[in-house]
């Protein structure tokens, strides 16, 4: 990297941390630090329930996974609209009307503490992991491609996090997520231009989607059944939507950012315009990496992006066999430049014949790529393969120019801080209001609970920078993030499903029903019964069954007054 990157990557993450840090300084009690005082306009709240789904790992991922597999990944964003419509509707007047602070208190309303307590702890586990994980995905990339410390990155993403979460709570939070988003948009359309402007004179937007369909990585959507798909439209809808809802809905990373809206409409609006906005974004960021995919049918691509791979086998005895595959590859990539070129200036009749050529290639050319990333496996076991996460970091600094480097490592790691910011500042809430306050016996004054959330703040915030510096003990940590929510939200979802809409099911038979249903959904989970999406389905039906079982034999419904 040359100094002026550097220089325009460190100035744009310190000049979010100070704003935040001074814009928010004055917290003068528990609603002001945890509920913003309850200031924000819908803008605001919008813009910071986007900044908290879209983590690094979007930026990082997403092209690459465009890039191999096409456009089918945005059917995951398809049911999001109607869990929000949902939300809008009936969580979000709950919560405004009760004045609650976390997603939980309504439970002790409704059934009772140990109820309340057990759905946080449940929210507390999997959220403390997930933000290990959202410092710990990017940085493992960042230091493989740029050569950085892993261990000292780790820590300088959670010390930045930290200082402005621990200031200024869910109010810095909401305010520097709006600097992160406008950075965030600001770097993607640059990408897309600069991608855009790199390809043949010859080729305009419509021959390099004529170019890209041919590859077949235009297919957006699979109307198919089968649970081999992991991303279909009927998954996206249906498992989507559930997912969504426990998200949006239950998750107190994410009901925060909207409890902080300044007025039910405001918060609502914000919510619909995370909706509207959501699909199209992840679309447009998808096209990224189909545009780099095109980019690539002109120039030569590694065989596998992830150089930590190329390292180690260029080292090893398998180095001559791995140089040989790479050889192969560069014949195909020229015969598929010709065809590309031939295919953007063809007519329906020719394309036929090319279509035909460019389907051998490419199922040549993915042959290549998995016996390089067999034998990268027989070199070191522990290295990544699958090498989705490193296509667009490998575009980036390979292609762009000075200055945009920098920029474009500053989209990824604000979004690595933007999300970790709200899931540090939701694990401190939802550990002092459910736990600390609630089994408190004696109550304190306003500053007591405050000084506390700060100090639970930076707690998890030292938990997420050990769990970070400690993940290279897992595996496939990048896609953790789904898979850990997927096996907790669809209980927590049920929970408050029957809370909301089944009045007759007492707390006893819930309390039983989560604990027997998160234990069968982490069972099934590792016996793989299904794709992690349709997790968040099995587990919100099962707790809801289960409960209504437990009610009817353990003792007669009683209605609620």
Not at 187 to 206: K, R
Not at 237 to 260: E, K, M, P
Not at 533 to 556: E, H, P, R, T
Request: aromatic share 14%; charged share 15%; hydrophobic share 50%.
């Amino acid at each position: 990297m040359e100094t002026l990157d550097l220089i325009i990557l460190f100035a744009t993450l310190l000049f979010i941390v100070v704003y935040g840090s001074l814009k928010s300084r004055n917290n003068a009690n528990v609603d002001d630090f945890i509920k913003g005082g309850n200031t924000s306009r819908w803008w605001t709240v919008g813009l910071s329930v986007m900044a908290t789904q879209a983590s690094a790992i979007t930026f990082l991922s997403t092209p690459g996974q465009a890039f191999h597999d096409g456009m089918g990944f945005v059917q995951f964003y398809f049911g999001l609209p109607i869990a929000i419509i949902i939300i809008c509707l009936v969580f979000l007047p709950i919560y405004h009307r009760l004045k609650v602070y976390t997603a939980y208190e309504y439970l002790e309303s409704r059934f009772d503490l140990k109820t309340r307590s057990l759905t946080a702890g449940l929210f507390l586990i999997q959220r403390s992991l997930a933000a290990g994980i959202t410092i710990y995905a990017p940085s493992i990339i960042l230091s493989a491609v740029l050569g950085w410390n892993l261990f000292y990155l780790n820590i300088l993403i959670g010390i930045l996090v930290i200082i402005y979460t621990v200031t200024g709570g869910t109010k810095a939070v909401n305010v520097t997520q709006k600097q992160q988003m406008a950075v965030i948009f600001l770097g993607l359309i640059t990408a897309f231009i600069l991608i855009f402007s790199y390809l043949p004179d010859d080729i305009n937007f419509t021959k390099a989607m004529k170019i890209a369909g041919a590859n077949d990585k235009l297919n957006v959507v699979d109307f198919s059944f089968s649970f081999d798909n992991r991303y279909t439209f009927w998954s996206g809808i249906i498992g989507g939507s559930f997912l969504a809802l426990s998200y949006f809905g239950t998750d107190q990373s994410q009901v925060q950012r909207y409890l902080s809206g300044k007025s039910l409409r405001e918060s609502q609006m914000g919510l619909i315009f995370n909706a509207i906005l959501k699909v199209p974004l992840q679309f447009f960021i998808l096209l990224i990496g189909i545009m780099v995919f095109v980019f690539y049918q002109f120039n030569y691509s590694p065989i596998n992006f992830n150089p930590a791979a190329k390292e180690a086998v260029t080292a090893s005895e398998y180095s001559s066999e791995f140089e040989d595959l790479e050889d192969q590859l560069i014949t195909i990539q020229d015969q598929k430049k010709s065809l590309a070129s031939q295919f953007a200036k063809s007519t329906a009749n020719d394309e036929k014949n090319l279509n035909t050529e460019l389907e051998q290639l490419n199922r040549k050319e993915t042959e290549l790529r998995d016996e390089a990333k067999l034998i990268i496996s027989q070199v070191d076991e522990k290295i990544e393969t699958n090498d989705k996460d490193y296509v667009f970091i490998h575009f980036i600094l390979n292609n762009l120019p000075k200055g945009l480097i920098g920029l474009l490592l500053a989209v990824i790691l604000s979004a690595a801080m933007s999300s970790t910011a709200s899931e540090l500042n939701a694990l401190a809430s939802t550990t002092t209001i459910d736990l600390y306050k609630r089994n408190k016996k004696n109550l304190q004054e306003d500053k007591h609970y405050v000084n506390s959330t700060k100090l639970f703040t930076l707690g998890w915030g030292v938990f997420a920078i050990i769990f970070a510096c400690t993940a290279s003990l897992f595996d496939n940590l990048i896609q953790l993030v789904n898979i850990i929510g997927s096996i907790f939200y669809g209980n927590v979802l049920g929970i408050f499903l029957l809370a909301f809409f089944i009045k007759y099911v007492r707390s006893h038979a819930v309390f039983v029903a989560a604990i027997i249903t998160q234990a069968i959904v982490i069972f099934g989970y590792f016996q793989d019964w299904m794709p992690y999406l349709w997790l968040n389905l099995f587990g919100c039906g099962l707790v809801i069954g289960i409960a209504i079982l437990l009610q009817v034999f353990i003792k007669k419904p009683t209605q609620i007054s």
